[in-house]
């Protein structure tokens, strides 16, 4: 996903900023809940939380596995393509993004360039590819 940052970042925002290095931690629902709170104020787990970095310090995200499997049963989606998303909405947020059209856009080229990475490899179009 860095791999397409020089060329998604939203022209307009001069709040785009491209983390050198990502740090990815694979939570369960406690752990994650734990740093919603601590970090955020915020009570109870959610899927993924994401904390900029800076200079001389890497991006990291927090990605809960319970909260993804729970989102993929609710929801009916593949496991591979959901955490996929997931990270690129993180993304979204490390590179200094909120909530709008430049995420969006931003994520859709992540959500690209991961399941080019996940399935494209083997010859077949990836299958997240089509539901974007």
Same mark, same amino acid.
């Given at each position: 996903m ?14 785009? /900023?491209? +983390? !050198? #290095?990502?740090?990815?931690? $694979? %939570?369960?629902d ?6 919603n709170?601590r *970090? ?10 994401s904390f900029?970095?800076?200079?001389d ?8 596995l ?5 989102e993929c049963?609710?929801?009916? /989606?593949? +496991? !591979? #393509?959901?955490?996929?998303? $997931? %990270?690129?909405h ?5 590179c200094?993004?909120? *909530?709008?059209?430049?995420m ?7 959500m ?6 996940l399935c ?9 590819a089509?539901?974007?």
């Amino acid at each position: 996903m860095l791999e397409v940052l020089p060329d998604a970042a939203p022209p307009a925002s001069e709040e785009f /900023q491209v +983390p !050198a #290095e990502v740090e990815l931690f $694979l %939570l369960d629902d406690a752990a994650i809940a734990d740093a919603n709170a601590r *970090h955020l104020g915020c009570s109870g787990p959610t899927n993924i939380l994401s904390f900029p970095g800076g200079a001389d310090a890497p991006g990291v995200l927090l990605l809960s596995l319970d909260t993804l499997r729970r989102e993929c049963l609710l929801y009916g /989606q593949d +496991p !591979a #393509e959901h955490a996929v998303r $997931l %990270l690129a909405h993180g993304m979204g947020h490390l590179c200094g993004l909120d *909530h709008g059209p430049d995420m969006d856009a931003l994520c859709e080229r992540y959500m690209d360039a991961g399941c080019a990475a996940l399935c494209g490899e083997r010859g077949a179009e990836p299958a997240c590819a089509a539901s974007l």
